[in-house]
């Protein structure tokens, strides 16, 4: 079975670090595509960026180019997104999704992992 | 970038209706286009790519159309379990931009 499971919820205060993480199963993590997209409380999904695992070749959206950083560490199939500071408006729950019908082209995201939502409040 | 715009933003209908939501992009995005389903506190689910083909375990009554600007995703009868938010999504290339989404919901 293809999946993608997500590290848990977190709780963080302004101006704190994070990285969260998502793990594929099921599928040759090198040769597809991950993703990771935002939802706001109440709003619609937003594209962040997307990482290669093969080669670590990485496109952000220009919202979130200098935002986040994403990375992957293909020996483990782990994606990550990560902040250096973060700021209450990153409140939002963050999905990391892949499609497997492309290979080095970008698919549609049919696998979606379940989800980590980071809460930002002092 | 190019822009993805759905309209209507909302939309109410009866069950057994025929329901259409629009998708536009601002530029060609040849048929790149996907249509996900976000049902209330779930995870979304992608229902159709390429704009036309149907995913996999889709029900028969949602079909997509269109090519180049201009996309629709139709529910041909409105069930009940339909209720969700619809957004559309470009990915030839990058930014893989979201449309803003299409709240249905039944009347």
């Known amino acids: 079975e293809v999946r993608l499971v997500q590290s848990g919820a977190e709780v963080k205060k302004p101006g704190e670090s994070l990285k969260i993480s998502c793990e594929g199963s099921?599928?040759?993590?090198?040769?597809?595509?991950i993703a990771w997209v935002r939802q706001m409380p109440g709003k619609g999904l937003e594209w962040m960026g997307i990482?290669?695992?093969?080669?670590?070749?990485?496109r952000y959206s220009p919202s979130f180019q200098g935002q986040v950083t994403i990375s992957a560490d293909k020996s483990i199939s782990t994606a990550y997104l990560q902040w250096s500071s973060l700021k209450a408006s990153d409140t939002a729950m963050y999905y990391c999704?892949?499609?497997?019908?492309?290979?080095?082209?970008?698919?549609?995201?049919?696998?979606w992992g379940q989800g980590t939502m980071v809460t930002v409040s002092s | 970038d190019i822009q993805m715009t759905q309209s209507p933003s909302s939309l109410s209908a009866s069950v057994g209706d025929r329901v259409t939501i629009t998708c536009r992009a601002s530029?060609?995005?040849?048929?790149?286009l996907a249509w996900y389903q976000q049902k209330p506190g779930k995870v979304p689910k992608l229902l159709i790519y390429?704009?036309?083909t149907l995913q996999s375990g889709v029900p028969s009554r949602f079909s997509g159309s269109g090519s180049g600007t201009d996309f629709t995703l139709t529910i041909s009868s409105l069930q009940p379990e339909d209720v969700a938010n619809y957004y559309c999504?470009?990915?030839?290339?990058?930014?893989?931009?979201f449309g803003g989404g299409t709240k249905v919901e039944i009347k």
């Open positions: 999704v892949t499609g497997l019908g492309g290979g080095y082209t970008f698919f549609a995201f049919e696998i």
């Open positions: 099921g599928y040759i993590f090198t040769s597809y595509w």
């Open positions: 990482i290669y695992p093969g080669d670590s070749d990485t």
């Open positions: 530029q060609d995005i040849s048929n790149y």
């Open positions: 390429a704009a036309a």
């Open positions: 999504q470009k990915y030839n290339s990058a930014p893989l931009t």
